[in-house]
């Protein structure tokens, strides 16, 4: 998993996370990448609703298709 500092994810804007409270980061295309495989293995232990995990795999994506272009 990549790893932000804690005073690189406080100066990362709010639209850089997928879930409101600033959870999931997803700044880049690595950052995407491992939220997806965390939303979906914590979507199979139920902590996460499928909604989330919906907005988690939406927000991902994008990410990966602008870092893609």
Do not use: C, W
Not at 24 to 30: E, F, K, R, V
Not at 45 to 69: C, F, P, S
């Amino acid at each position: 998993m990549s790893k932000l500092t804690t005073e690189e994810r406080n100066a990362l804007p709010d639209d850089a996370f997928a879930l409101p409270g600033r959870r999931y980061p997803i700044p880049d295309a690595t950052h995407a990448r491992d939220a997806l495989a965390r939303a979906s293995e914590m979507l199979h232990r139920g902590t996460l609703t499928q909604e989330e995990y919906e907005t988690i795999h939406t927000k991902a994506k994008e990410v990966l298709r602008r870092e893609r272009m």
